[in-house]
């Protein structure tokens, strides 16, 4: 239960923040072009400290999952109360990207030593209930922002929501001593030293699935908008189905992909595929609508089927190094993909960008197999 409970408190901030962007843009009184500019500053405080908080994690142990996920919290508060103009909107989200990241790290190894631990498919329905948390929100989130018109109001009331949920965690993960190491555990090298390549081998993978994810999320409704002339209500089926298919399908492959993470891998990177060519032959808006519900399916095991693998042979005394490790690189694909579906639309046409996104998972279709040949050598 308290992955789910981690996750959900990370989906919580998303959900409002997702939601509240037009308030936080109004309030700050920034253009269209600065606010684009100064949400890049989640990734640039999300990296620095993905990479650090990893081996906070390893030195103070799995509760730190609940004071990050605090922290995150009263970020959005902070943003709320400090972002005036373009200079404090910046420093604010840089706060809030570093927030974000280091929960990221955190609640990931948290799942994974829990899943490794009960022999349970933990990473993945904690992925899925991230979902659920963030559409659910998400629509709270907007009809009180709508009710209040006032950021503040929003804000207060997920960190009220994300301090409950984080002292339970941080409760709950300390009142559970993990069980002692196995000797083959206990006589292997640091995370380092057991070569850090595997680790960054399943990042870029990683990388792969969370572009092709975040394309979708990101330029569905744009697609639905230009290319069929939907209304903002019809766009808007985009994300929201994708999203939903995706918590869906996390909740019922989960079992699946512990047990067969690799089939369950390709199998969604090859469905992924097909519904980025049906996209992009599609005659009307709902085959499209077709091609964007096979990716979110296939593309919603990727990256905690990754996550689970790749974790679950590391000892637990170096997990959160490992996690940082696998979710810093895998995190560079979420950054990128914007832009990279953004450059291929200018190329050419948004319907066209997204044969660049099928390419992505075709991609990672023929670098899968490097994972278990790592396995196989013992070093992953």
Known sequence: MTPYLAFAGLGVFWGIWGATLPLLRSQAGVTDGEFGTALLFVGAGALPAMLVSGRLIDVLGLRVAGAMLAILGLSGVVVAGAAADFATLCAAIFLVGAASGATDVAINALAATVER????????????????????????????????????????????????????????????????????????????????????????????????????????????????????????????????????????????????????????????????????????????????????????????????????????????????????????????SPAYVGFLADASSVREAFLGVAALTTALVALVPVLPTLRRRNLL
Not at 228 to 239: C, E, H, N, Q, T
Not at 294 to 322: D, I, K, N, Q
């Open 117 to 336: 631990n009960t022999g349970r498919p933990v990473v993945s329905r904690s992925h899925a209930a991230f979902s659920l948390t963030v559409a659910a929100v998400s629509l709270g989130a907007g009809g009180l922002g709508t009710l209040t018109e006032n950021l503040f109001v929003n804000f207060t009331a997920g960190a009220v929501a994300s301090l409950v949920l984080a002292y339970t965690v941080h409760a709950w993960a300390g009142g559970r001593p993990a069980p002692s190491e196995s000797p083959k555990e206990s006589a292997a090298p640091g995370p380092l030293a057991l070569s850090v390549v595997p680790l960054l081998a399943v990042g870029v993978i990683g990388a792969l699935a969370f572009a092709s994810e975040n394309a979708y999320q990101s330029w569905g409704a744009v697609l639905l908008t230009d290319e069929y002339l939907a209304i903002p209500a019809v766009a808007s089926l985009a994300p929201a189905a994708f999203a939903a298919l995706a918590a869906l399908t996390r909740f019922l492959a989960a079992e699946t992909a512990r047990t067969r993470p690799m089939t369950t891998v390709v199998l969604g990177a090859v469905l992924a595929t097909v519904g980025g060519v049906v996209v992009v032959a599609a005659p009307s808006l709902w085959t499209a609508m077709l091609g964007i519900a096979a990716a979110a399916v296939g593309t919603a095991v990727l990256f905690p089927t990754l996550v689970s693998y790749g974790l679950r042979s590391v000892p637990e005394r170096s997990r959160g190094r490992a996690t940082s490790a696998i979710t810093s690189v895998a995190y560079l694909g979420f950054l990128l």
